[in-house]
Nanobody, 115 residues
C-alpha cells in the first residue's frame, strides 16, 4: 500500500524559513513526478512546486525565488525549502506523487506564518 508522510511544518515568523519533507513507501517512485500542493481553509488546492524524475522543476509564480523543491530518489523523498515566508503562505501543505493512472496524496502538514 502506498503511503506518503509529510513532516517539517510548524509556526514561523514572517521572513523565516522551513523545510518540508515527504517520504513515500509501498513502492519505488524514482521514475515519477513528485510535488507539493497547498490548501487553505475554504480555498482550492493549488500547486506549489513539482519535480520530475529527471530533476526538472516547476513553481507557482507566488513562490518563485523563495521556495526550492528537491528530491532524493534513493530515499523516495521530496523536500520543499521555503525561505522568506509570508503570511499568505499559511496553509496545509500536501505531498503528491503522480504515477500513470494514479495520483497519491499525503495527509498534509500545517505551515503557519505569523508574528
Amino acid at each position: 500500500q502506498v503511503r506518503l508522510v509529510e513532516s517539517g511544518g510548524g509556526l514561523v515568523q514572517p521572513g523565516g524559513s522551513l523545510r518540508l519533507s515527504c517520504t513515500a513507501s509501498g513502492g519505488s517512485f524514482s521514475f515519477y513526478r513528485m510535488g507539493w500542493y497547498r490548501q487553505a481553509p475554504g480555498q482550492q488546492r493549488e500547486l506549489v512546486a513539482t519535480i520530475t524524475n529527471g530533476g526538472t522543476t516547476n513553481y507557482a509564480d507566488s513562490v518563485k525565488g523563495r521556495f526550492t523543491i528537491s528530491r532524493e530518489n534513493g530515499k523516495n523523498t521530496v523536500y520543499l525549502l521555503m525561505n522568506m515566508l509570508k503570511a499568505a503562505d499559511t496553509s496545509v501543505y500536501l505531498c503528491n506523487v503522480l504515477t500513470p493512472g494514479t495520483s497519491y496524496w499525503g495527509q498534509g502538514t500545517q505551515v503557519t506564518v505569523s508574528s
